[in-house]
């Protein structure tokens, strides 16, 4: 069975400073990773995926994530964050199998002045 | 281009009435997929169309099911509600929904069941 594990379910930081939120998955195939954003009242924001290639994944607004395979890990990070970083965040890996996601729990990043 | 829109945004029912949910892809997309998401269970997928064509189904009862349109538009239909059912209800589009094509997200409904 394949699963995918946040490891935080909550992360305070403080404005500026960086911050990384864990996520592993168990599969015995490849996978397609991907990480979404959600704000309060909306739907998930695609942040950035994995597909294949180059590891290190980049997304537009300065948050980056590294696929390793060996420890089944997809992590992201930011440098530094802003106060309109607060929100839940989402690891998803995509299966074999048409239109299916299967999510990690969330991590709730809370970002202070 | 517009997103994924989901209609309504907000509704309240009471145990026993049904539901009709309704999600409209992104245009050009042709695979929609349904998602649960509840604060204990967190995202969970419900079912996945594509042509008008069920391919993929989640471990839900056969209370909740779906169609899709010929111009794949899609409805999520729940009938016999119970409480257990308040949630929010997420709509996803990608192109052909095969698995290295991220999906995109509506607003979503959220269902609360008196």
């Known amino acids: 069975a394949q699963s995918v594990t946040q490891l935080d379910s909550q992360v305070p930081v403080f404005e500026e400073a960086p911050v990384e939120l864990r996520c592993n998955y168990s599969?015995?195939?490849?996978?397609?990773l991907f990480w979404y954003v959600q704000y309060p009242n909306q739907g998930l924001q695609l942040l950035l995926k994995y597909l294949s290639g180059s590891t290190l994944v980049e997304s537009i607004n300065g948050f980056e994530a590294e696929f390793n395979k060996s420890q089944t890990s997809f992590h992201l990070r930011k440098p530094s964050v802003h106060i309109s970083n607060t929100a839940e965040y989402f690891c998803a890996v995509s299966l074999d199998s048409w239109g299916k996601l299967q999510f990690g729990a969330g991590t709730q990043v809370v970002v202070t002045p | 281009k517009a997103g994924v829109t989901q209609t309504p945004r907000y509704l309240i029912k009471t145990r026993g009435q049904q539901v009709t949910l309704s999600c409209s892809p992104i245009?050009?997309?042709?695979?929609v997929s349904w998602y649960q998401q509840t604060p204990g269970q967190g995202l969970q997928f419900l079912f996945e169309y594509f042509s008008e064509t069920q391919r993929n189904k989640g471990n839900f009862p056969g209370r909740f099911s779906g169609r899709q349109f010929s111009n794949s538009r899609s409805e999520m239909n729940v009938s016999t509600l119970e409480l257990g059912d308040s949630a929010l209800y997420l709509c996803?589009?990608?192109?052909?929904?095969?698995?290295?094509?991220?999906?995109?997200f509506g607003d979503g409904t959220r269902l609360s069941i008196l």
């Open positions: 599969s015995s195939v490849s996978v397609y």
């Open positions: 245009s050009g997309h042709r695979s």
């Open positions: 996803a589009s990608s192109l052909t929904g095969s698995t290295n094509q991220p999906q995109h």
